[in-house]
């Protein structure tokens, strides 16, 4: 079965930097699109960011130019590397393959100085 799972998260200082993964299995990951989303306390789920088979990307307005999704199809893992955070972007970040019902169980990212 799909399998995603997350890793990378945790706690870091306003300004710092994280990079999450989301390892791939049970898919033919180089043929899909996958996706970052986010969710903090009391608030929806955001989309972040999206990546798609041929490496395109787009980005959510809050995160341009700080956060950069990229994808290895050889270890089918797609990645998100988060700079210059803010505490606006504490949240569980679940990554998904684009368009289907397959999710990551979360990482928690926290940032507080």
């Known amino acids: 079965q799909v399998q995603l799972v997350e890793s990378g998260g945790g706690l870091v200082q306003p300004g710092g930097s994280l990079r999450l993964s989301c390892a791939a299995s049970?898919?033919?990951?180089?043929?899909?699109?996958m996706a970052w989303f986010r969710q903090a306390p009391g608030k929806q789920r955001e989309l972040v960011a999206t990546?798609?088979?041929?490496?395109?990307?787009n980005y959510a307005t809050s995160v341009k130019g700080r956060f950069t999704i990229s994808r290895d199809n050889a270890k089918n893992t797609v990645y998100l590397q988060m700079s210059s955070l803010k505490p606006e972007d504490t949240a569980v970040y679940r990554c998904?393959?684009?368009?289907?019902?397959?999710w990551g169980q979360g990482t928690q990212v926290t940032v507080s100085s």
């Open positions: 998904n393959v684009w368009g289907a019902v397959y």
């Open positions: 049970g898919i033919k990951f180089s043929t899909v699109a």
């Open positions: 990546v798609t088979s041929g490496g395109g990307t």
